[in-house]
């Protein structure tokens, strides 16, 4: 199988959306019942990637008995999108969230640029990153120079951006080390400087931390289950 297949993959639609905010794309979809996981989907920061690629993963994770809230926000290549808005849309949307659903967040997950966008916006308790895109100046070439449109230029024109897009949370890490789009010295390097746990995958790419039919997708719900504590 394509392991891209995922991204494409049908998956039935959300319980209910709700707006974080007053623009159209500051919304999120829930599914399931139990405790609260906000999920960040991936996709570089790109407008062409929306939270709908992430519909397989969050139902997975409501039918293991979690409450799934997955977050869209401005990306790159839309107006707003990119440095602060992307920043800023996640940081209210951690912040809404629970309060629109009156219930407190028990886990911040997020997948590749959005297991950096939870790194890097969670205030508070535990956070999972699936293949995070970190070290933003030594990475801002990947995909055709993705941190560089996130933050407006390279680490040499605007330095001070990528100072302060740089995620220091201490959290878990799960990263696969055949990751071709990620590569895994990247949460390597990470875990390294912040103390987090880093769990490595053996022969796992970057989409099968989404995957609830891949062989990665068992240590996912392990170590959910291990953050939250259920």
Do not use: K, N
Not at 34 to 54: K, N, Q, S, T
Not at 55 to 66: D, K, N, Q, W
Not at 73 to 93: C, E, S
Request: overall charge negative.
């Amino acid at each position: 199988m394509d392991p891209r297949e995922v991204l494409t993959r049908p998956a039935p639609a959300p319980d209910f959306t709700e707006p974080y905010g007053d623009h159209p794309d500051q919304v999120f979809d829930v599914r399931g019942t139990g405790p609260l996981v906000v999920f960040v989907h991936g996709g570089f920061w790109r407008a062409e990637y929306d939270r709908a690629h992430v519909g397989p993963l969050s139902c997975g994770l409501a039918a293991e008995g979690y409450r799934v809230a997955t977050i869209e926000f401005r990306r790159t290549g839309q107006p707003g999108g990119g440095w602060p808005g992307t920043f800023d849309d996640v940081t209210l949307a951690l912040a809404e969230v629970p309060r629109i659903l009156g219930q407190e967040i028990a886990l911040v997950s997020g997948h590749s640029a959005g297991g950096h966008l939870a790194l890097w916006a969670a205030a508070d308790g535990p956070v999972l990153a699936l293949a995070p895109v970190t070290g933003l100046a030594g990475a801002h070439e990947l995909d055709d120079r993705a941190a560089h449109l996130l933050l407006g230029g390279g680490p040499g024109e605007v330095p001070e951006r990528y100072v302060a897009a740089e995620p220091s949370r201490v959290g878990t890490l799960i990263h696969g080390t055949e990751d071709a789009q990620v590569p895994v010295e990247l949460s390597r390097a990470y875990a390294a400087r912040t103390g987090s746990r880093l769990v490595e995958l053996p022969g796992i790419e970057h989409f099968g931390l989404i995957d609830p039919l891949s062989a990665a997708w068992p240590t996912v719900l392990a170590e959910a289950r291990a953050a939250i504590g259920s």
